[in-house]
């Protein structure tokens, strides 16, 4: 595939073309109190059951769990990602709105991170991108990816993007 093509946001999730659609998985599964009932217990359970396949509202859809080490706490933090392609560099953003995620600061104070993909894992590195690597690479993304575009024009931060490089299979 060449650079120009894009495979981001090409999963089954046919229809989702807004961030606010509440058919959206980051718009679904709030507890009460407006934060994520025990979502990625759920979702990393089930990946791990099923070889890398999860079924709800990811169904169809590809996804990675990313492990990295706390920037602060230097705990092992697991958290599942839909993972974006420019050709056959995977990257990963988030749909976060007031701050960067945790597993942004994690791999910006500590690249090397694990990644489990359709039933195997890596060991990999993570690079926060910054200054012209991040204006070309969001340039590029924003360009290429509706819903990435349609969450940048609605907060007033840049989109945290993330490049991972998978070296060997544990």
Partial sequence: MSETESTVGQTDQVGITDYND???????AWDQEGGIANWNDDVIKEFRENMGRVGGAYAGGDLILLTTTGARTGRRHTTPLGPLHRGDTMFVSSFIEDKCPAWWYNIKANPQVTIEL???TYQGTGAVLEGADYDEFAAWALANNPLLADFQSKVDRPLPLVVLTLDSAS
């Fill in 118 to 120: 359709r039933g195997e």
């Fill in 22 to 28: 509440p058919n959206a998985p980051w718009n679904q």
